[in-house]
């Protein structure tokens, strides 16, 4: 063997010591370190949690002290506020009415019926109300939950707007943390089918939709059985 082979052997012998060198020390001590990425901020369980805590914390200061009073204080009574919506849906949206840009208006009414029937087969529940009589009959579906359908709680009162959160997400669980209580605090532990056949007095908000010909549905936050 050629001295000029021989030191290119070597060269090759040591270029490949020192390549396997340098992978077991990047295998024993890596320049980085693979991590999983941690779940995002408005993601999954997480976020859900979160989110459900924000609402809480935005609805308990006011659900008691603001939301509930002026429902109670501003409702207008089925009997009146029907039957001008029917004739009038803009005249009376204007005046006794909320709602945000071209969105159809949402009220507070109060009002007292019979309780015709009881449905507790959907998780969207509801209770059925005749209230009034002659032109001024009214068939109005309460909700009862678990599931409650809309935001008519959270836009009626003019006391939460989306100006006051970052986010659609976080303004969908204001109402929904808000449909919740209601549905609670309207029921106030008594089970729905305890209602079937009687006369209640309700106080609650509705969004009304012009297009729609079913009953107007009712989120109830006062429940009470007329003696």
Same mark, same amino acid.
């Given at each position: 063997?050629?001295?000029?082979?021989?030191?290119?052997?070597?060269?090759?012998?040591?270029?490949?010591?020192?390549?396997?060198?340098?992978?077991?020390?990047?295998?024993?001590?890596?320049?980085?370190?693979?991590?999983?990425?941690?779940?995002?901020?408005?993601?999954?369980?997480?976020?859900?949690?979160?989110?459900?805590?924000?609402?809480?914390s935005?609805?308990?200061?006011?659900?008691?002290?603001?939301?509930?009073?002026?429902?109670?204080?501003?409702?207008?009574?089925?009997?009146?506020?029907?039957?001008?919506?029917r004739?009038?849906?803009?005249?009376?949206?204007? /005046?006794?009415? =909320?709602?945000?840009?071209?969105?159809? #208006?949402?009220?507070?009414?109060?009002?007292?019926?019979? $309780? +015709?029937? !009881?449905?507790?087969?959907?998780?969207?529940?509801?209770?059925?109300?005749?209230?009034?009589?002659?032109?001024?009959?009214?068939?109005?579906?309460?909700?009862?939950?678990?599931?409650?359908?809309?935001?008519?709680?959270?836009?009626?009162?003019?006391?939460?707007?989306?100006?006051q959160?970052?986010?659609?997400?976080d303004?969908?669980?204001?109402?929904?943390?808000?449909?919740?209580?209601?549905?609670?605090?309207?029921?106030?532990?008594?089970?729905?089918?305890?209602?079937?056949? /009687?006369?209640? =007095?309700?106080?609650?908000?509705?969004? #009304?939709d012009?297009?729609?010909?079913?009953?107007?549905? $009712? +989120?109830? !936050?006062?429940?009470?059985?007329?003696?």
């Amino acid at each position: 063997m050629t001295r000029i082979a021989l030191a290119s052997r070597t060269r090759t012998t040591i270029s490949a010591l020192v390549g396997f060198a340098i992978i077991v020390f990047l295998c024993l001590r890596p320049p980085f370190v693979i991590k999983p990425l941690q779940p995002a901020a408005n993601s999954g369980t997480a976020a859900g949690a979160d989110t459900t805590s924000d609402a809480n914390s935005f609805v308990e200061p006011i659900w008691k002290s603001k939301v509930i009073p002026t429902i109670l204080a501003k409702a207008v009574d089925a009997v009146v506020l029907l039957p001008e919506i029917r004739a009038d849906p803009e005249a009376a949206g204007q /005046k006794y009415g =909320q709602r945000e840009a071209t969105n159809p #208006f949402n009220y507070m009414i109060k009002g007292s019926g019979k $309780v +015709t029937q !009881v449905n507790t087969e959907s998780r969207a529940g509801t209770m059925t109300v005749e209230v009034g009589n002659g032109s001024n009959h009214e068939t109005i579906n309460l909700q009862i939950g678990p599931v409650v359908i809309g935001t008519a709680l959270r836009d009626a009162t003019g006391l939460v707007n989306f100006n006051q959160f970052t986010n659609q997400i976080d303004y969908a669980g204001v109402s929904k943390e808000m449909n919740l209580r209601a549905i609670k605090d309207a029921l106030a532990g008594n089970a729905p089918a305890s209602f079937a056949g /009687k006369t209640i =007095q309700f106080f609650g908000a509705f969004t #009304f939709d012009p297009k729609s010909n079913s009953p107007i549905r $009712v +989120t109830p !936050v006062k429940l009470e059985i007329e003696h």
